[in-house]
C-alpha cells in the first residue's frame, strides 16, 4: 500500500515549466539604454531547471519597483502553460528591496517551511548572514510563486534543494 505522498507524486506533473524574473534596478537601466544585459543568477537557475527535466518557458528582468513586479507577476500569473514563476533578487533589506512587499500582497497562500528551510541551509553555508534573506514561497491561480536572493549561489542552494518537491507541489495546489 502506498502513502498519500507517493500517490499525489504519481499524480503530479513530471514536468513543470517555469518563468524566471530578475529583479535588478542596475541590469535594468542598463537594457533601457539599449546594452547586453547578462545574469549569473538567472543563468544558474534556467541550468538547474534544464538539467532537473523541467523548461524554462519565460525569462525577464524587472526594475527594483513594487507596481512594476506585481504588474510581471499578475501577467506571468494568468499563462496557463507556466507552472512556477521565480523572482530572483530584492529580497533583502535594502530600501530598494520590495519584491516581497511587491509579491506577498498577491499571493493566495504562502508556504513559511520554505523561507525557513532556505534560511537554514543557508546558514550552513555563510553563517548569521542567512537571516538577512527574507526568501518566500506562495501560490496564486493554481501557481508557485518563489522569490529568491539574487545571489547565483543562493538560486543554486535554493533550486536544487527545493526542485524536487516542485512537481508534488503543484499537484496539491491543482488538487
Same mark, same amino acid.
Given at each position: #500500500? ?16 517555469? /518563468?524566471? $524574473? ?13 546594452? +547586453? $544585459? ?5 543563468? %544558474?537557475? /534556467? +541550468? ?7 523548461? %524554462? $518557458?519565460?525569462? *525577464?528582468? $524587472?526594475?527594483?519597483?513594487? +507596481? ?20 530572483? *533578487?530584492?529580497? *533583502?533589506?535594502?530600501?530598494?528591496? %520590495? ?10 497562500? +504562502? ?15 555563510? *553563517? ?7 526568501? #518566500?514561497?506562495?501560490? #496564486? ?13 543562493? %538560486? ?20
Amino acid at each position: #500500500m502506498s502513502s498519500p505522498k507517493e500517490e499525489h507524486e504519481k499524480k503530479a506533473p513530471k514536468t513543470l515549466n517555469f /518563468a524566471l $524574473v530578475t529583479v535588478s534596478s542596475s541590469r535594468y537601466a542598463a537594457k533601457l539604454r539599449g546594452e +547586453e $544585459v547578462s545574469d549569473k543568477s538567472q543563468e %544558474v537557475a /534556467a +541550468e538547474v531547471v534544464e538539467k532537473s527535466g523541467h523548461k %524554462v $518557458v519565460y525569462r *525577464g528582468l $524587472v526594475d527594483d519597483d513594487l +507596481e512594476l513586479i506585481r504588474l510581471k507577476l499578475l501577467e506571468l500569473s494568468r499563462d496557463e502553460t507556466i507552472d512556477v514563476i521565480v523572482f530572483i *533578487g530584492g529580497t *533583502g533589506l535594502a530600501k530598494r528591496d %520590495v519584491t516581497i512587499e511587491a509579491v506577498k500582497p498577491l499571493i493566495e497562500k +504562502e508556504a513559511p517551511g520554505f523561507g525557513e528551510l532556505f534560511r537554514w541551509l543557508s546558514f550552513q553555508e555563510i *553563517g548569521a548572514a542567512a537571516f538577512l534573506s527574507r526568501a #518566500m514561497l506562495g501560490t #496564486m491561480k493554481g501557481k508557485a510563486v518563489v522569490c529568491l536572493p539574487g545571489s547565483p549561489n543562493a %538560486v543554486e542552494l535554493a533550486l536544487k534543494s527545493f526542485l524536487p518537491a516542485f512537481p508534488h507541489l503543484i499537484y496539491i495546489i491543482r488538487s
